[in-house]
């Protein structure tokens, strides 16, 4: 059922996890435990906590049936996540890629990053509000603090998926430990709570906070992210084993998500009980109900330990936003960058807006902020939902695995509830925009993107169906059929690019197995002299007469083997000296040597070889 020629999700760890084979039950459930405890920390970041706060204060117990139907939801399309990844071998963002168009993917893609980016945002923002509140931390710098863990993901995930996954478990068991202390504390009516899990909505602001709920509970980029994480499981490719997989990630799922319903429900109870009772019905701010807890329930531990958890939250949370954009980025439009840059990427798109949020309206808006990032996710989730649904429904592709009627009947109903509740929510806040703007072109814009956004939504749910006879692009990379095979010219002018250090030995190595009547040789040397730094052009100084002696010294060497030699000496700025060299010497063939230090020695001793490959249109050979 798997390509083994498709490019893998998650490539660094695809696979890495061998599952217990033993007959023991136990050991072989707990080998598949851990890709759902990364999921659960995105369904309760800080932007949970905002929309439950909310929640909690304005409709008392009222919305506690909303988390527990977003709580199912995310059961149901997580367990269809996990059944596509193992079945198909493939994540979400790869099987948009296989059916639909460029273009439509590419929007896509682009809805994908806005809900990481928004996720992110929720992130940040509740990182920098715990730090305040415990230590005091303006929110700013608390924002840019949050710019940290930036290097603190790069070096947990070298540290292996395994211990990443206990980790999370960690940090979410601490979690749940502050709350349960909460709970104590605030002493709620279990008559009353349990009255909350009949379905109502008192009014249109109720219905707000209950999209905000959704988007906050199942989250969009979760889906792309379950999918890729449960293929780190090296399983057999056998029936029973693949049963067994989805099986034993379903409980995984299961235990997974009752935790982060005991840790939002807590959040609602406690603004229930605390803040609604007393005729608080507008706390929907961290900094108001960090504030109020202590002086209501009348304990310091109460506040200490609300913003402990929601530090530990936003840390937690924070994983998740780099590895799902990693799959979409990869998934969608096959580009691979650098860890580091995804990361910085994504902390980027959260980190400005909420930077220029807080210098031009204050620290006032930031409530509001993280309220309205989790109705953006809730509106993005349709369109993770509608495709995933249609991929395990394929018994063209999913074989005996594909959701049978019943679960699809129910996957609809979701995917039916949540787009009914998204058109709801964007037709009100289009029309209190639009009564908000007067002119002509930006109304125009608004409308357009709404009607954009509703045809988008259609195509997504039609395409599948309409082309399901179509062959999808199967192959990751360039058809073999279409690419030309032709023997490349021989290199008649070989640049030699000369450090005059060990690595040299490399390169005059690699040019003396080409024979001397065949090509001509060109040695390179750039000074980089103090004097050469401070004039910026030619000197004579001591160095600069050296490394002509020494260049010579080379061409000599290689002239008594019969080769052509010239010697260029060179001045400052060495990747463009060696590529002025290269066009005027007509060099066929570059070759540099390779100190053979990476990562923070590059930074300072200079990257020359990646930087070379970029900056010349002709072969480059690395003598190391």
Not at 13 to 25: A, F, L, N
Not at 205 to 232: D, E, K
Not at 298 to 305: E, Q, S, V, Y
Not at 419 to 435: K, M, P, T, Y
Request: proline residues 2%; hydrophobic residues 50%; aromatic residues 10%.
């Amino acid at each position: 059922m798997k390509n083994a020629h498709q490019h893998r999700s998650l490539d660094d760890v695809h696979e890495s996890i061998t599952v217990h084979q033993g007959k023991s039950k136990l050991k072989r459930l707990l080998s598949f435990f851990g890709p759902a405890y990364l999921i659960s920390v995105g369904y309760m970041d800080p932007g949970n906590w905002a929309t439950d706060l909310a929640g909690g204060s304005q409709f008392g117990y009222a919305l506690l049936w909303v988390l527990l139907m977003s709580n199912l939801m995310a059961l149901l399309l997580q367990s269809l996540c996990t059944r596509l990844g193992i079945v198909r071998g493939k994540d979400l963002a790869q099987c948009n890629r296989e059916i639909y168009p460029k273009r439509m993917n590419f929007v896509l893609y682009i809805l994908a990053e806005l809900a990481i980016a928004a996720c992110d945002l929720a992130e940040v923002l509740g990182m920098a509000i715990g730090l305040n509140l415990l230590f005091g931390i303006d929110i700013l710098w608390g924002v840019l603090i949050s710019f940290v863990d930036t290097f603190l993901l790069l070096y947990l995930q070298r540290l292996g998926m395994r211990k990443l996954e206990l980790l999370i478990v960690g940090l979410i068991t601490l979690i749940g430990i502050c709350f349960f202390v909460e709970m104590f504390f605030a002493r709620p009516q279990l008559d009353e709570v349990m009255q909350g899990f009949i379905p109502s909505l008192p009014n249109h602001a109720a219905l707000y906070i209950a999209i905000g709920i959704i988007g906050a509970t199942v989250m969009p980029h979760n889906l792309y992210l379950h999918s890729a994480l449960v293929q780190t499981r090296k399983i057999e490719r056998s029936t029973s084993a693949i049963r067994r997989a989805i099986k034993y990630n379903f409980l995984d799922s299961a235990i997974a998500l009752q935790l982060a319903f005991f840790v939002n429900a807590a959040i609602l109870i406690l603004a229930a009980s605390v803040f609604h009772k007393n005729g608080m019905h507008n706390v929907a701010e961290l900094q108001d109900a960090y504030r109020l807890l202590g002086s209501t329930l009348g304990t310091d531990w109460a506040p200490k330990l609300f913003a402990v958890a929601l530090i530990l939250a936003g840390q937690s949370s924070t994983i998740t936003g780099t590895l799902a954009g990693q799959i979409v980025m990869e998934g969608y439009l096959q580009l691979r960058i650098s860890p580091f840059l995804r990361r910085l990427l994504t902390r980027l798109l959260a980190i400005v807006p909420a930077i220029v949020v807080i210098v031009l309206f204050g620290d006032k808006e930031v409530g509001q902020m993280l309220i309205f990032s989790q109705v953006l996710l809730s509106m993005q989730l349709a369109f993770a939902v509608i495709p995933l649904i249609h991929f395990v429904s394929d018994r063209a592709k999913m074989g005996e695995f594909a959701i049978g009627s019943y679960t699809r009947f129910f996957s609809w109903l979701i995917a039916a509830v949540i787009a009914v509740l998204n058109f709801q929510l964007v037709f009100s806040e289009v029309g209190r925009w639009l009564s908000q703007v007067e002119h002509v072109l930006l109304r125009v814009l608004i409308v357009g993107s709404a009607l954009g956004l509703l045809l988008l939504l259609l195509m997504t749910f039609v395409y599948p169906w309409v082309l399901r006879r179509r062959a999808v692009r199967s192959d990751v990379h360039t058809s073999f059929e279409v690419l030309e095979f032709k023997a490349a010219s021989s290199f008649r002018t070989i640049l030699l690019a000369l450090d005059f250090s060990r690595s040299d030995e490399k390169v005059i190595s690699q040019v003396l197995q080409h024979s001397p009547s065949a090509c001509k040789l060109v040695l390179i040397h750039v000074v980089e002299s103090a004097s050469v730094k401070y004039t910026g052009g030619t000197t004579e100084d001591l160095e600069a007469r050296e490394d002509r002696r020494r260049l010579e010294q080379y061409a000599t060497f290689l002239r008594d083997k019969n080769y052509v030699v010239t010697c260029a000496l060179r001045y400052n700025d060495r990747i463009n000296a060696i590529r002025i060299c290269c066009e005027q010497y007509h060099a066929d063939l570059l070759i540099v040597g390779s100190h053979g230090h990476t990562g923070f020695k590059d930074v300072i001793f200079g990257e020359t070889v990646n930087k070379l490959r970029h900056a010349g249109k002709i072969p480059v050979l690395i003598a190391q």
